[in-house]
C-alpha cells in the first residue's frame, strides 16, 4: 500500500464519512498529501550522497468556502499530512532541519477545490538560555520563533555543538558569526551596543541585505547566515524585568 492510500485510509478512520460529504465538490485531502509530497521532491537540496534537505514549514493555502468546510477537521487533518510528509521523507531519504509544521490559510485569489502550497526550510534553533534571561535581556535575537538573549560580552552563532545558539542551517558554519554586546555605564538603551562580527564562515554575513564582514546593529538590523534570518531587537526599558 502506498503513502498516499495508507493516508486516505487514516484519515478516514479519524473523521468518518462527513469529511468525505462535506469535500465532495471541494478540494480532496489526498491531492493536499500529494502537492506537499511533491513540493518536498522538487525543493530538496543535495547535502551529501546519503542525505537531501528538504523543507520543514508548510502553508496550505486554500479559498475562503474550502477552508471553512475544513475548518472542523483541520487539526486532525494538519496531524494526518505531516505524518504522511515524515514517512515520505523517511522513503526516500529526505531530512529535515526542524519539526514539521503545517498550517491553512485563506487566499482570495483561490476559488471553490483550489488550493496552493508554499513552504520553507526552517532550522531548529538552540540556546542555553533560561526564560528569566530572556525575560531580562535588554536586547534579543529572534530566530525561527525563538528569542535568544544578547548579553554581555555576547554569543556565538553556529551549527556546531560548541556554538551558543545552535542553528541547524547546512548553510551556517559551525562557528559562523560572533554578537558582541557592551553596555555603557548608564545602562540605558542608548548605552547598548551591539556588533556582528563574522567567524570566518564560508558563506559570510548578510548585514540588512549588505555582504559584509561586521557591522554595528541596531532595532531591527537584520543578519542572515545560510538560510536563517536573526532579527535584533533592543527591549524598551519599561519591558525589562
Known amino acids: ?33 500529494a502537492a506537499l509530497q511533491r513540493e518536498c521532491d522538487n525543493n530538496a537540496q543535495i547535502l551529501s550522497r546519503d542525505r537531501r534537505l528538504v523543507p520543514n514549514d ?12 475544513l475548518a472542523p477537521y483541520d487539526t ?12 515520505h521523507a523517511e522513503s526516500q531519504g529526505y ?15 483561490l476559488t471553490t477545490g483550489r488550493f496552493r502550497v508554499r513552504s520553507r526550510a526552517q532550522a531548529k534553533v538552540t540556546g542555553h538560555a533560561s ?18 538573549p544578547l548579553q554581555p560580552p555576547g554569543l556565538v552563532v553556529g551549527r556546531g555543538t560548541e556554538a551558543d545558539v545552535r542553528i541547524n542551517d547546512p548553510g551556517v558554519s559551525r562557528r559562523h558569526a560572533e554578537f558582541l554586546v557592551v553596555e555603557g555605564a548608564r545602562g540605558d538603551r542608548d548605552d547598548l551596543r551591539v556588533e556582528v562580527h563574522d567567524l ?17 546593529l541596531h532595532d531591527g538590523s537584520t543578519v542572515r547566515i545560510g538560510n536563517t534570518t536573526l532579527t535584533v531587537r533592543v527591549v524598551e526599558e519599561d519591558r525589562v524585568v
Request: net charge neutral; aromatic share 6%; hydrophobic share 40%.
Open 1 to 33: 500500500m502506498g503513502g498516499l492510500q495508507r493516508f486516505e485510509q487514516r484519515l478516514e478512520q479519524l473523521i468518518s464519512g462527513a469529511f468525505a460529504r462535506a469535500f465532495r465538490s471541494a478540494v480532496q485531502p489526498v491531492e493536499i498529501a
Open 58 to 69: 508548510f502553508h496550505v493555502e486554500l479559498s475562503g468556502t474550502d477552508l471553512d468546510r
Open 200 to 216: 570566518g564562515s564560508t558563506n559570510g554575513l548578510l548585514v540588512d541585505g549588505r555582504k559584509v564582514p561586521r557591522a554595528a
Open 95 to 109: 531530512s529535515f532541519p526542524g519539526p514539521v509544521t503545517l498550517s491553512f490559510e485563506p487566499a482570495d485569489d
Open 131 to 148: 526564560p528569566a534571561q530572556v525575560r531580562r535581556a535588554r536586547a534579543m535575537l529572534e530566530v525561527n520563533g525563538t528569542r535568544q
Open 76 to 87: 486532525a487533518m494538519a496531524d494526518e499530512l505531516v505524518t504522511q510528509l515524515r514517512e
